[in-house]
C-alpha cells in the first residue's frame, strides 16, 4: 500500500517542475565538469607560461625566482634571443631547417604510404592483411626504450643517419597509429565506389588515387597534424640517429647550449623553446578541428 501510495504522489507531481530539477540538476554537472576541467588546463597551461616567463629574463633569475614576472633587474629583452641564435660554432638556422626538412619529409612518407597500406589491408581483409594491421597497432604500445639502440646501430650501418633519410626510420615508428585510423575511415566507404571505378576501367593504382585517394582528405589531416607534432618536438631519435657534428634538430640544438664546465644559460634555453614551441601551438589551435572530424571519421568502422 505504501508503494502505491508513492507511485502515486510522483505520477502527481507537476511535469514542468520535473523538467525544472532536471535542467538545474544538468546545470550543476556541467559547472562542475567545467570547474575540473579549467583546473586541468591551467595545470597544462603552467609550463608554458613558465617558459613564456623566463625567456626574457636574465639568467640568474630564472634559477632563483622562476615564476616572478621579468621586472626591472630582471627583464632580459631580446638577448636570450640573440645569445641562443648565436651561441656555439652550429648556426641555429641550420638546426631549423634539418628539423623542418625532416618533419615534412616524414610526414609525407607516412600520410602516403600509411593510406595506401590501409587501403590494402581494409579492402583484401585477409589473413596476412590481418596479421599486418594488428602487429602495426601492437607496434603502438612497444616503448622506444626497448629497440633504440639496435635501432641506432642499424640506421647507422644503413646510413640513415641524414636529415634526408631518417624519415624512413620515421615511417616506420609512425606507421602504427596511422594506419589504425585509416583502416577504420576506409571501412567507412562504400565499396560500391571502388567497382564502379573498376567497371570504368580504372586499375588499382589509378582507384586509389582518383577515388579513395581524395575521401581520405579528412583523416590525412589529422594524422598530417599528429606527426608534425611528434616529430617537430622529437629529441631522442634523431639524436641518437644523427650525426650530431654534423646535423642538428632545434631540440639538439637547445640542449648543446653549454659553457665552461657545463653552465647552462637557462634563459637562452627558454627562449629557444619559446620559438620552437609557438610555431606547433599555433598550427595545432588552426588545425585541431580536423583533428577531431578526422579521428572522428575513421572511428565509425572498424
Not at 613564456?52 to 631580446?78: E, Q, R, S
Not at 604500445?141 to 641506432?152: E, G, N, Y
Amino acid at each position: 500500500m505504501k508503494d502505491n501510495k508513492a507511485t502515486k504522489a510522483v505520477n502527481n507531481i507537476d511535469p514542468a517542475l520535473l523538467e525544472s530539477a532536471k535542467k538545474v540538476d544538468r546545470k550543476k554537472n556541467k559547472t562542475a565538469l567545467m570547474v575540473v576541467l579549467s583546473v586541468i588546463s591551467i595545470v597544462y597551461v603552467l609550463p608554458v607560461l613558465a617558459v613564456l616567463i623566463n625567456a626574457f629574463k636574465n639568467n640568474t633569475y630564472v634559477k632563483t625566482d622562476t615564476f616572478a614576472l621579468p621586472l626591472n633587474d630582471m627583464w632580459a629583452g631580446f638577448s636570450n634571443f640573440e645569445k641562443g641564435m648565436t651561441f656555439g660554432n652550429y648556426p641555429f638556422i641550420d638546426s631549423v631547417l634539418n628539423s623542418l626538412i625532416i618533419t615534412l619529409l616524414s610526414t609525407f612518407l607516412i600520410v602516403l604510404c600509411t593510406s595506401m597500406a590501409a587501403w590494402y589491408i581494409a579492402r583484401v581483409n585477409s589473413f596476412l592483411c590481418k596479421v599486418i594491421y594488428f602487429l602495426c597497432v601492437f607496434s603502438m604500445v612497444v616503448p622506444f626504450q626497448m629497440v633504440m639502440f639496435t635501432l641506432s646501430k642499424t640506421a647507422d650501418t644503413l646510413k640513415l643517419n641524414t636529415p634526408w633519410t631518417i624519415p624512413i626510420v620515421y615511417l616506420g615508428f609512425g606507421a602504427g597509429l596511422a594506419i589504425f585510423m585509416f583502416v577504420g575511415f576506409v571501412k567507412s566507404i562504400p565499396i560500391e565506389i571502388e567497382e564502379a571505378a573498376a567497371i570504368d576501367g580504372c586499375g588499382p593504382i589509378r582507384t586509389y588515387f582518383t577515388i579513395v585517394f581524395p575521401m581520405l582528405r579528412p583523416t590525412m589531416i589529422s594524422v598530417g597534424i599528429l606527426e608534425i607534432m611528434w616529430i617537430w618536438n622529437d629529441y631522442l631519435l634523431p639524436y641518437l640517429v644523427l650525426d650530431i657534428n654534423k646535423y642538428r634538430t632545434i631540440p639538439i640544438h637547445i640542449q648543446y647550449l653549454k659553457g665552461s664546465y657545463g653552465a647552462v644559460d637557462l634563459g637562452a634555453s627558454m627562449a629557444l623553446i619559446l620559438m620552437s614551441i609557438i610555431p606547433v601551438i599555433v598550427f595545432y589551435l588552426v588545425c585541431q578541428k580536423y583533428i577531431i572530424k578526422g579521428v572522428a571519421a575513421g572511428a565509425v568502422k572498424g
